[in-house]
């Protein structure tokens, strides 16, 4: 699966760069290009939760990990925050802007907009930061998986845990799983607004 992300995501820029036109029959590509990657988006998002209520567990896997669910989400986030203030230690960055960074949690589109308000620099790192976290989970799940184990999956991506990456996580790992990874997912993505103005204004 791993191999099928990698080719993919490689095709996808091979094309991006060297064939696909700016404009084809008076039309810009990129807006139908984006809509053709949420509607992508939403159509996997229907067939993760028709598989979900196929299996039939959801509802019983809610209630049999209740608030444990929490742990991941909350852990990951202190995790990224702890290692972005080390980062800052032996990095040409001040402590509150590589905990702006670190508190985008893979939103590349908020995250960025927030900081750049402040810093166009460190808006930019933030950027590329949570664009990486994205691309590299996308790559790593399905190794995460076979050699650590399923939960761990759900925090490699961030905020993207509930949207872009959950059917990665659903392929690689089994349906209960799931459940962790959105929860993860919505957790992040709130945190996201409320963390990133607090530590880019330190």
Known sequence: MT???????????ICGYFF?????????????LSKAVSAGLCLMLLLVGIDMGYEGTIVSSIRQVGLRVLLIPFTSAAGALVMAFAASLIL???????????SGFGWYTLAPAIIME???????????????????????IPMVAKKMGY?????????????TCLPIV??????????????????LSILVPLLVPVFISL
């Open 3 to 13: 191999r099928q992300i990698l080719l993919s995501v490689a095709a996808g820029i």
């Open 20 to 32: 696909m036109p700016e404009t084809a029959f008076g039309i810009e590509v990129s807006p139908v």
């Open 92 to 102: 040409p960055i001040a402590a509150g802007e590589a905990l702006a960074v670190a």
């Open 118 to 140: 402040k810093s166009e620099y460190i808006g930019t790192v933030s950027f590329m930061h949570n664009v990486m976290r994205e691309l590299l989970g996308i790559v790593f």
């Open 151 to 163: 939960v761990e999956c759900a925090s490699l991506p961030g905020a993207a845990a509930m949207d």
């Open 170 to 187: 659903e392929r690689a790992t089994s349906s209960d799983t799931v459940v962790y990874s959105f929860v993860t997912g919505v957790i």
